[in-house]
């Protein structure tokens, strides 16, 4: 093996990582939907868990992203240590799926069906319909797919090259000297966890002693176990370095993973070599090729995983014991962690969950602020302001962290999920501004000792229900992304508008007729004028979630075409001007 050959053997690396990173950014994206709604199923289960993050990795090709990603939603306080056991322990199994793909390489047969399975093959072919589909598809789900094909034939040309360049080692004397030294199983999980951790990918890791099996055919499944064992040990080392920095319970993620590896070597390497010495297996001195040590890898991670799971709690225990809670320190959480960015689409699903409280917060916020109209509370009014000073910075934090989602590959519906988000928390925030708007006036009337008439007070009623129903359905539109509920808001806002014209009006008859004051008219004016821009942030609300279902974005001519052409529109008017019609001017 000469100079030219270890260059092609980093070479052939290099490429195997950029195939596999195209690939699972690829996957990523295509799941990214399904990926929002699964994190939501998480559940205390350890069963389900266990499927959960077996899934979850399958889907993005990557344990160590999973892992990175659990530190960070731990970091944040939107998972417990305890959850992430059983996810941790699925990915393990999750990850296997790769070297079984690998394996493939492997395969020999004088069957024109069967070598077609071969990935040397059939990945030309692969790459070519990526490059097609990448190129000439419309549609970014199509594109998607296209890179995905590419990158598993980077991939595989990657995997085809490393083997080149370590074949002729079959024929070395000094490598075969050099494989003595991995008779020692100590050697071989040290081997194993050193260059796993130095590349950070065991399933490069795997694939590469994959390769070396196939192509010298002078590594024995006694020496390749220890190796194996030592990989998924030093795939750790990527929680470790996404540990530095985050809270002590995001810590004791990253110690688990490792306890979990660490424990599931020393126990089954410990039971193969007494086990070994006693029966003598004749298997351990035989050549193992690309399929068995996909196999080893599974069975490795299968028999930990069923070890450890029902120990799930005493692992918690013994991360809590090694990173130890220091009771004169608050644990402090992390709003959004950066790590969640390694997977837009679950990033992208806890902004809408903090979205979602954002809203909560707004409408809570108006509703306070409704009901102080009447009896006017220094208290409620600084619940208020707090609720107010919270929703500015959920809009701060959340900004800059969709400006930051949005900066990386999505798939179009995560695009559009960012794109709702970001037009939503500026509404939602302008009104709580409101709520704390109709607190000034509430105060200067209370200050002054004036208040309107009953004629007044009656006619301002319908127009706060009318805002109560816009808030609750846009509230409730949002969180369920529910387009037909979406569609009853624009009529609403619509008869509220008609309501402010009407209410003003009146209040201009009763001036003249001197039952009410200008300054008075001023209050009222002001008081309709916050009301009105409330409903028209909740239509903004609406119209943006039934623009992005559509995936139109010209809001003029949408509510333009809605007003003049829609009779389901007019339909709900009739219905809101019934429901919210004003006494009659002789009763003023």
Not at 50 to 67: D, K, N, P, R, Y
Not at 327 to 352: G, H, N, W
Request: include cysteine; charged fraction near 25%; aromatic fraction near 8%.
């Amino acid at each position: 093996m000469d100079i030219f050959s270890v260059f092609t053997l980093l070479g052939g690396l290099a490429f195997f990582l950029f195939g596999m990173t195209i690939m699972s950014n690829g996957l990523e994206k295509i799941a990214g939907g399904k990926l929002e709604t699964t994190l939501k199923k998480m559940t205390s289960n350890p069963f389900k868990s266990l499927a959960l993050g077996a899934g979850i990795t399958i889907a993005i090709q990557s344990s160590s992203a999973l892992t990175v990603m659990l530190v960070g939603l731990v970091n944040s306080g939107i998972m417990e240590l305890g959850q992430t056991i059983g996810v941790l322990m699925g990915s393990n199994i999750g990850t296997t799926l790769t070297a079984w793909i690998l394996s493939l390489t492997g395969l020999e047969s004088d069957n024109v069906f069967i070598n077609m399975l071969k990935p040397k093959n059939f990945s030309p072919l692969i790459a070519f319909i990526g490059i097609m589909m990448s190129m000439l598809s419309k549609k970014e789900k199509k594109k998607d797919i296209g890179n995905i094909l590419v990158g598993f034939a980077v991939l595989m040309f990657g995997m085809e090259l490393m083997g080149n360049a370590v074949s002729p080692l079959k024929d070395e004397p000094k490598f075969q000297e050099m494989l003595t030294a991995f008779n020692n199983p100590i050697v071989g999980v040290l081997v194993g966890a050193l260059f796993t951790a130095a590349i950070q990918s065991s399933a490069a890791s795997v694939g590469i002693l994959q390769t070396l099996a196939g192509e010298t055919g002078k590594i024995s499944y006694g020496m390749a176990l220890p190796i194996i064992m030592g990989q998924n040990i030093g795939t750790c080392i990527t929680a470790i370095i996404s540990s530095i920095g985050v809270n002590k319970n995001a810590k004791r993620v990253a110690v688990v993973h490792i306890y979990f590896n660490l424990i599931g070597t020393v126990v089954c390497l410990s039971a193969y070599c007494i086990a070994d010495a006693i029966f003598n297996f004749a298997f351990a001195d035989k050549a193992i090729n690309e399929v068995g040590v996909a196999l080893l890898h599974t069975v490795f991670n299968v028999v930990t995983t069923a070890m450890l799971l029902p120990f799930s709690k005493k692992l918690e225990k013994l991360a809590r014991f090694t990173i130890k809670d220091n009771e004169k320190e608050e644990e402090k959480y992390t709003f959004l962690d950066d790590r969640l960015l390694q997977a837009p689409a679950f990033a992208i699903a806890e902004c809408k969950s903090q979205t979602e409280k954002m809203a909560v917060i707004s409408r809570d916020a108006l509703m306070l602020a409704i009901e102080n109209l009447t009896n006017y509370d220094e208290e409620i009014a600084s619940k208020i302001q707090e609720k107010e000073d919270i929703a500015d910075d959920y809009e701060d934090k959340l900004g800059t962290y969709l400006v930051k989602i949005s900066g990386r590959e999505l798939s179009q519906e995560d695009a559009n999920s960012v794109s709702r988000l970001l037009h939503c928390i500026g509404d939602f925030e302008r009104i709580s501004d409101h709520a704390v708007n109709l607190v000034q006036v509430t105060k200067e009337m209370h200050d002054k000792k004036i208040m309107f008439s009953d004629a007044a007070k009656a006619e301002l009623d319908i127009m706060l229900n009318a805002i109560r129903e816009i808030m609750d359905i846009s509230t409730q539109a949002f969180e369920e992304n529910d387009e037909v509920l979406a569609r009853k808001v624009e009529p609403l806002e619509e008869i509220i508008d008609v309501l402010r014209m009407e209410l003003k009006n009146r209040h201009i008859l009763r001036l003249k007729e001197d039952k009410c004051t200008i300054e008075l008219g001023f209050i009222f004016s002001d008081l309709l004028s916050n009301l009105e821009r409330v409903s028209d942030h909740c239509s903004n609300i609406a119209v943006c979630l039934i623009e992005l279902k559509e995936e139109k974005f010209e809001t003029h001519e949408y509510i333009t075409n809605l007003k003049q052409n829609d009779a389901e529109f007019k339909k709900m008017c009739d219905y809101y001007v019934n429901k919210y019609k004003l006494p009659a001017l002789s009763k003023i």
